[in-house]
């Protein structure tokens, strides 16, 4: 946000003496409806001035810009239970089953996506190799089309 755009954002609370309540920034997250936001972002519980809503607002974007790969790290961690930095395909089979129940895919199911996962063909899924069958998985997901 530019500094523009900050106090444009500030300006939208109609501040009374130059701040702005907590309840009504509280009420403006609630509206956005965006939980990232909500959870990352804590309300004092005084009147909030344009420097401080700055400083709010600014933490925020920097905590959002910081890795945006970390979901997928936290995930791929998640399921290596070895601690190897691989994920095996019997990680992933009892992964997905864990997750998905046991009757969801079929085995050949299974060894498809451990297949196509595995770019390489050792039998072991890089982070990299996860990280392109995730992208891929999500601009499936949003309707783009995917080779």
């Known amino acids: 946000m530019t500094p523009e755009e900050k106090k444009e954002a500030f300006e939208l609370f ?3 003496n130059g701040v702005i309540q907590p309840q009504a920034f ?11 936001l909500k959870a990352s972002i804590r309300i004092p519980n005084h009147p909030i001035d344009f420097k401080e809503f700055t400083a709010l607002m600014d933490r925020y974007n920097n905590d959002k810009n910081k890795d945006p790969e970390e979901p997928y790290r936290r995930a791929f961690h998640s399921i290596n239970k070895d601690g ?9 089979r009892a992964s ?3 997750i998905l129940g046991d009757n969801v895919l079929s085995e050949a199911d299974i060894d498809e996506i451990i297949v196509e996962a595995d770019v390489s063909g050792d039998g072991r899924i890089t982070f990299e190799e996860f990280l392109k069958i995730m992208h891929k998985s999500e601009r499936k997901r949003r309707g783009e089309h995917v080779l």
């Open 14 to 16: 109609e501040p009374q």
């Open 26 to 36: 509280q009420d403006f997250l609630n509206k956005l409806g965006d939980e990232e």
């Open 84 to 92: 190897s930095g691989h994920i095996s395909s019997q990680e992933l």
């Open 96 to 98: 997905i089953k864990n």
